[in-house]
């Protein structure tokens, strides 16, 4: 099979380097994750990615999987038939990594991403896939009709490219449809939003920041209840899954704590519970 050349538009090209990072860590003799599917889609795709090779962003972005893969397992602890939503899941492979075998789990993005998406993944009796927009309605209604209880909702790098409001609407949309549920996702200090050409990997692509969150208390405003149950940077995170990696990544992550850089103590990643 001739390699398939994914056509996407601007913001979804971005999949494609979280993609690339777990590929590459998955190639490491003591890796963070595993993703043998990672590698194979890299391997399918005609497409440039060594525009991203040695990027510290990659390492990012495969730590920023662990804890969203951590969350996910922590959830699925609690409700070990629930339903997982990827919100903008691109070419993710957490079900792979997370399955319990009992679980729901929904594949939403744009209908470009799920026509890529459909090439590499079936659909089965627990795993369906969502053609539409996050801010759309329809898709809430095929998980409601599929989901009994709370629901945990992925949104991996993807609300930052989107305003604020629109990310307040989908918080409170979710709420009011899903109470109980939880609500994983990143945000990106001002500081960051404003620096981000000289990113080293969104300057390699045309998408752009556009929710600059200088607090996530802000979404404690947005509808009574809402709690922040976690908030994360790659130098702080949960020490469970600190511990759980490898030497080197631990070595990494203690020279950031000790550096405290900008665009590390800008980039958080959080845990919402939903009212």
Known sequence: MSPRTPSLGTVQETLLIPLYGRAVEHRKPEPALRDPRAEELVAALDYDFSRFDGLP??????????????????????????????IGTGLN???????????HWFDLDLPDVIELRRAFF??????????ASLTDDDWLDAVAGRADG???????????????????????R???R????????????????????????????EARLRW????????TTWLPGIAVAGSHTLADLPEDVYLA???????????????????VEGYRMHLLRLP
């Open 178 to 205: 899903f109470p109980g549920s939880r609500l994983a996702l990143d945000s990106n200090s001002p500081e960051v939003v404003a620096a981000q050409d000289g990113h080293d990997a969104l300057s390699k692509v």
């Open 122 to 131: 079936p659909e089965t009796a627990r795993r369906r896939m969502i053609a």
């Open 245 to 263: 990696l490898p030497a080197e990544h631990r070595r990494t992550i203690d020279d950031l704590a000790r550096q405290r850089l900008p665009q």
């Open 57 to 86: 962003s990659l390492t990012g972005t495969v730590l920023r999987t662990v804890l969203f893969d951590h969350w996910t397992r922590q959830f699925l602890d609690e409700h070990p038939a629930g339903t997982v939503v990827e």
């Open 93 to 103: 492979t957490r079900y792979e990594r997370v399955d319990n075998g009992r679980a």
């Open 150 to 172: 709370p629901c945990f909702f992925s949104a991996e790098a993807v609300l930052p490219f989107l305003e604020e409001d629109e990310v307040r609407r989908l918080a409170e």
């Open 174 to 176: 979710l709420a009011r």
């Open 212 to 219: 600059a969150c200088a607090d996530i208390g802000v979404v």
